[in-house]
């Protein structure tokens, strides 16, 4: 019993020496640890940290009050941040939480011109639908009264949809296009010079095998061909379904060789083959390659033209005939190995086309070219007059090299320039073709009369030019002036380019010098 109350008073004198000592240190949880020191918030949970500190410093040191652990929040994934969103810290009851707000994105600003035919698009769409229907447009309405109530709405939400920015952009462009491709043909036809195909390449694979019999179904199938022969041609017609076709297209064609023959008779080679659709819509729907706006095309490597019937149109069609033969005819003259690639160059083998094309004009006055010829205003670019050693403009010249005649004039490109490789593309690119097919007749033309007269040395010196480009020059030995022959016993030849051709057949001793010379005879 005396132990008892010995140890009840020791405890009760240890609590009140307790009471009386002042408290040092916060109550705090024993779950939650708190840090004194303040550090630079790394993570969410370093903010939520030194809120509960803050917060348990306003509370004081009141060693009654129990803060309560935090409830277990669930984990969840914040969405992966992108240049749309922004991550911000929302402070509420003392803790710091990160809240993604979504940021619209800038829109994509259009040029002037886009905005005006975006705003042209739109104003077109808004009177389409304050106009009176249609009795078509009545009858879809009535037929649509019949579906569900569902059905209804999806239409009439799909008519009500409206176009973004972009889209509505996208469909002012589509129509600016097609008006400006509609503006196009309407100027090709107006300036009375239609501007035909190239010559269509294929791969030697495709070349049929000459000591073989050939099969026109084999490259045309679907179709039954009829064979007839003439002196230089072997045609084949489509068997007619409907229709009368044309007569005497045989004599059309050889009428156009004998064109050819009159100028390039070194270039003319072995039996063509022509084959001919009984209609425009055959033509389209059968030949692979074949082009709306075309009325025949050429396969030189293959020595074949493809064209189709127009009844009535028989001047139309030797033309365009006689520029898709000499394709043939030139393009099998370069390609003197039987590469099955066009190695002509592009502007000599448009140029001469061209040029042939209208020597098969029946007209008085001469072909639509050399009707261009004559009266426009073509000139020598300002940029070129003084020009590159070898040019005698660059010492000045006392008279202006022009052809300058009453209109518009019409710049032709610097003759290095316009000869290279790729030319054509890019005038295409830039809308001028016709210009670039005139400039090529220029050149061919005036290759082939230089003097302006009927002289047969004209056309010499075109042959020996254009022989100089496809085959070369036979190389003798300077000591003995023997012919240098290879391993196998054949002659060695020097292969030329259009410059050192241009010296040796016309002693022109650079293409400034042919562009100087040029000028002067366009001037007469």
């Known amino acids: 019993m005396k132990k008892s109350l010995l140890f009840l008073m020791s405890f009760s004198v240890a609590l009140s020496v307790s009471a009386q000592q002042p408290s040092t240190a916060p109550a705090v949880s024993p779950s939650i640890q708190v840090s004194t020191a303040v550090q630079t918030p790394q993570s969410n949970i370093d903010l939520l940290k030194q809120s509960l500190q803050t917060s348990s410093n306003v509370m004081g040191t009141a060693s009654s009050i129990e803060v309560p652990p935090p409830a277990p929040m669930p984990v969840s ?23 993604q707000t979504t940021v619209a994105a800038p829109a994509k600003q259009l040029s002037p011109a886009a905005a005006k035919r975006v705003q042209q698009a739109k104003e077109k769409r808004a009177q389409a639908a304050q106009a009176k229907p249609t009795a078509l ?101 489509q068997k007619r379904s409907t229709g009368i076709s044309s007569s005497n297209m045989s004599m059309t064609f050889e009428s156009a060789y004998q064109t050819l023959r009159r100028f390039i008779p070194w270039m003319m080679s072995g039996r063509v083959r022509v084959f001919v659709y009984q209609d425009h819509q055959s033509y389209l729907r059968y030949e692979p390659n074949a082009k709306a706006w075309t009325r025949a095309m050429a396969y030189p490597t293959r020595g074949e033209i493809v064209v189709y019937d127009e009844p009535g149109k ?114 295409e690119g830039r809308g001028k073709t016709q210009d670039w097919y005139f400039q090529a007749y220029l050149m061919v033309r005036f290759l082939l009369n230089p003097a302006g007269g009927a002289s047969p040395s004209n056309r010499m010196q075109f042959e020996q030019f254009t022989r100089l480009l496809s085959e070369g020059e036979a190389v003798r030995n300077p000591s003995t002036g023997f012919l240098v022959k290879d391993s196998r016993g054949k002659t060695v030849y020097q292969p030329y380019s259009v410059e050192k051709a241009l010296g040796r057949a016309y002693r022109y001793n650079s293409i400034a010098n042919f562009e100087d010379n040029f000028w002067r005879w366009a001037d007469k």
């Open 137 to 237: 447009e009545k009858d879809i309405e009535k037929s649509n009264a019949l579906l569900p109530a569902s059905q209804q709405q999806a239409s009439s939400s799909e008519e009500t949809e409206e176009l973004s920015p972009e889209e509505a952009a996208a469909e002012a462009e589509l129509e600016y296009a097609v008006k400006m491709l509609e503006k196009s043909k309407e100027a090709l036809q107006t300036a009375g010079r239609s501007i035909p195909p190239s010559a269509a390449q294929n791969r030697p694979k495709t070349v049929p095998a000459p000591n073989k019999k050939f099969d026109p179904n084999a490259y045309r199938p679907g179709v039954t061909w009829v064979l007839s022969k003439s002196t230089h041609f072997d045609i084949y017609t």
């Open 314 to 427: 028989t001047q139309e069609l030797k033309e365009v005939f006689t520029h898709e033969l000499t394709h043939i005819f030139t393009q099998q003259f370069f390609d003197s190995h039987k590469t099955g690639r066009i190695m002509t160059p592009t502007w000599l083998d448009e140029g001469l086309a061209v040029l042939l094309e209208d020597q098969a004009y029946n007209g008085l006055k001469g072909g639509p070219w050399n009707n261009d010829f004559k009266t426009l205003n073509f000139q020598r670019d300002p940029s070129t007059e003084v020009a590159s050693f070898g040019s005698s403009s660059m010492f000045g010249s006392a008279k202006k090299l022009t052809a300058k005649k009453p209109g518009k004039p019409l710049y032709l490109v610097p003759f290095a320039e316009f000869m290279e490789e790729g030319s054509l593309n890019a005038a």
């Open 77 to 99: 994934q914040p969405p992966a941040a992108s240049s749309t969103t922004l991550d911000m810290p929302l402070e509420m009851g003392g803790t710091v939480q990160s809240v």
